[in-house]
Every structure is written in structure tokens, then in C-alpha cells.
């Protein structure tokens, strides 16, 4: 059995990531950790985790439940400070994305884990989704040729508006929580650029076989009263041609419950034909040379071990495999670098070189 720990509650998408665990036969939660109890709540009855389970000081609970594995999802200016005590106990990291707020955190962070000879994994949610999945399958086949350009738009309503498993919140909680929470903290590393323009610059370089630009420009809006960004617009220039990331706090839905217009997603144009791989649907749009009538393709469901985060590293775990695709740091690094230069683009008004 693989033994996994969840830390830290600050983003609700702890309580996905603990469904995962709860449900794979080869793993055992033994321990959930928050400062806050009251955070674990949902989860202690949902998993049916006891008392002797649950821990309010990180490093009491890596000393008494002894992981295999840490699930880590504080809030995003504070990732680095987590791999930093979680690295000397020994344990495999899975951090919920972002990647971090610079690149030199991220850098710090792989090297901890490197040093620790363990695993590092940053979850992207989306490089599970079954269209995303299909996209990069088809492309890996040749049927749209080179990727030449990637188009990204991608948020929702905005993060107060959902707890774990999407739960609805209320115009009041939003309203109430938007000056305290994490999220519309700059010094904490919120804004909607920073949740989800990882997610772009990361698949972005999956689908483009690892691609690294050139240089970058970046606009985010300027909300009276915000500390940080709602809407972001990133363009990156390739050796190939252009890609465009746009991130949004504040779309007309959300995604999960009904697509906004323009749909949150992907769409990939390559030297031989296109695909539109959009979030949350069954099928993908297909165009190409010999079929230049768009279709649609199933988005078909991975098998395991290739369903979820879980699965996934417990498959690497038990194998030895090292990790690919989104979640390796070294795709997910060349993402950090895009939104670390499309921060500098955005703060001094001008295009940029990529940072090193």
C-alpha cells in the first residue's frame, strides 16, 4: 500500500485529489493536515478518516503517519515553502498546480526533491481531461501534422464562486470573502494569471512536443480595488509562429456546468489540419487535409493508470518510472518560464525575451 498524506487545505482542489486516493485500491490516507480544522472538515466525514488521523502541525503529522506520498495544496506563493519541509522527510510530492510563483521557487523546488532522490509531480487538472488526452493522442499519430499554434482560453466564474467537488457558493460568500481570501492576494500569489496561465503554458508545451519561445508580451487588466489580475492575455512567439493564453476570472459560466462563450479550452493548428479540444466535453473537433469538413471525434477515457494524478504516480511509484507529460517539471518548468515572462511583459508594459 502506497501511504499518502494531504497537507494543507488552501486550494479546494484537495478534496478531488483526496476522492482520488480514497478510491485506488493501493492507497491508504493516513493522515490530513491543516492548520485550520475546520478545512478538513468535509473531508474527515466524506473519507471517514479518524481522529488519530488528523493533524493541525505539518511536521507531526510526517513523523507519526509515515508517508509514502504528500498531496501539498497551500496556496500558490507558499509551494516552495512546502517542498522545503516536506523534502527532508523523504517522501514523493504531488503539488496541486500552479507550478509556483517564479521560476527561481520552481527551480528550488526540483532540486529539494532531487536531493531528497524522491519524486516531484505538479498536478495540472486539465492533462486528464479525456479531449485533452485525445488532442495530444492525434497528434502524436501525425494527423494534424507540426503543431504550429496553440490557442488557450481558460478560468471560470471566479474561485470563491466553487468549493471541492465544484460545490456553488453564493454572490454573499464572494462578496464577503474576495478582501480576505488568498486568491486576491498578491503577496500570496493569487490573480487569475498566475491559477491559469500555468495550465496554457504547460499543456501548450505538451502539444508542442516541448517547445520553448522566444519571447513574450502580456496584458492583464487593471480592476479598481484588486490587488491582482482577472484577466490576463499572453502571446508567445515560437521559432514556428505565435500562441495566444488567455486567462479569466469572471466568464459568463462556468465551464463544468455550461461552456461560456468563447469556450474554455484548447485549439491546436497544425502544418496538416486542426483540432478543437475543449474542457469537460465528450468529444473533439477534428479538420484536416484530406477532411477539411470539421468532425467530431469521441474524446475517448484513458485507462488506468492514466485516469487521474493518483493513479498515475502510484504507477511511477511502484515502478520506478519517472514522470512525463504536464506533470514532470521539466515540461511543467518550460511553463514556469512562459509565466514568469509574461509577468515581467505585464508589469513593464512591453514584449520580453524568455527568461532563462
Known sequence: MIRVVAINFDH????????????????????????????????IT????????????????????RPDLAILCPATGLHAEYVRRVA?????VMMEKPFATSLAEADEMIRLMKDAGKTLAINWPLAWYPPHVTAKRLIDEGTIGAVREVR??????????????????????????KAKSWWYSKEHGG?????????????????????????????????????????????????????????????????WTHQPQPRCGFVLVGTHGTISSYDYEDTVQ???????????????????????????????????????????????RVGQQIVDSALLSARERRTVALLP
Not at 46 to 65: K, Q, S
Not at 88 to 92: N, S, T, W
Open 152 to 177: 488557450y482560453y481558460d478560468g471560470n466564474r471566479g474561485p470563491l464562486w466553487h468549493l471541492a467537488d465544484k460545490i456553488e457558493t453564493t454572490p454573499e460568500f464572494v462578496a464577503q470573502e
Open 286 to 332: 477534428l479538420q484536416t487535409r484530406d477532411h477539411p469538413e470539421v468532425r467530431s471525434l469521441p474524446a475517448v477515457v484513458p485507462e488506468p493508470p492514466h485516469q487521474d494524478p493518483i493513479q498515475y504516480l502510484v504507477e511511477c511509484i511502484r515502478t520506478g518510472a519517472r514522470v512525463a507529460g504536464p506533470l514532470s517539471p521539466v515540461v511543467a
Open 12 to 43: 479546494m482542489h484537495m478534496g478531488d485529489n483526496l476522492r482520488f486516493a480514497h478510491d485506488h485500491p493501493e492507497v491508504e490516507i493516513v493522515g490530513l493536515c491543516d492548520e485550520k480544522p475546520d478545512r478538513m472538515e468535509s473531508a
Open 191 to 255: 490573480g487569475s494569471l498566475l491559477d491559469y496561465l500555468g495550465y496554457g503554458t504547460t499543456l501548450g508545451t505538451w502539444f508542442l512536443g516541448g517547445a520553448v519561445p522566444t519571447e513574450v508580451t502580456c496584458v492583464t487588466d487593471d480592476s479598481p480595488g484588486l490587488e491582482v489580475d482577472e484577466h490576463s492575455i499572453t502571446i508567445a512567439r515560437y521559432a514556428t509562429g505565435l500562441a495566444k493564453f488567455e486567462t479569466r476570472w469572471g466568464t459568463f459560466s462556468d465551464p
Open 46 to 65: 466524506t473519507f471517514g478518516i479518524p481522529a488519530d488521523r488528523v493533524f493541525t502541525d505539518w511536521r507531526t503529522c510526517l513523523e507519526t503517519a
Open 88 to 92: 527532508p522527510f523523504g517522501v514523493h
